[in-house]
Nanobody, 117 residues
Framework: QVQLVESGGGLVQAGGSLRLSCAAS??????????MGWYRQAPGNQRELVAT???????NYADSVKGRFTISRDNAKNTVYLQMSSLKPEDTAVYYC?????????WGQGTQVTVSS
């Protein structure tokens, strides 16, 4: 089982930037083999994909964040990042980190991002 801890959320004005971090830990963790992802859930909405990065560092983004958000990973630090720029009020949500391999999914507790207009 992978433990995931997100950080970096907060309150920011529209047009601003934030960087989220997700640190992974666990016994016999082979972080580099996981597909890592960021998801978000706004009040009243379902959880939705924001971005993913594979073990080969191939990335995928939701259309709503393309060109504004960048996902990256540092395998030496067992950490995945989400750099968010040009933030909009509609980006307000709880952001969750996800780790996926053939055994299934692990989730973090989430970090709140609030974008004021």
């Amino acid at each position: 089982q992978v433990q995931l801890v997100e950080s970096g959320g907060g309150l920011v004005q529209a047009g601003g930037s934030l960087r989220l971090s997700c640190a992974a830990s666990g016994s016999s963790l082979r972080f580099r083999l996981y597909t890592m992802g960021w998801y978000r859930q706004a009040p009243g909405n379902q959880r939705e994909l924001v971005a993913t990065i594979t073990d080969n560092s191939n990335t995928n983004y939701a259309d709503s964040v393309k060109g504004r958000f960048t996902i990256s990973r540092d395998n030496a630090k067992n950490t995945v990042y989400l750099q968010m720029s040009s933030l909009k009020p509609e980006d307000t949500a709880v952001y969750y980190c996800n780790a996926r391999n053939i055994r299934g999914d692990s989730w973090g507790q989430g970090t709140q991002v609030t974008v004021s207009s």
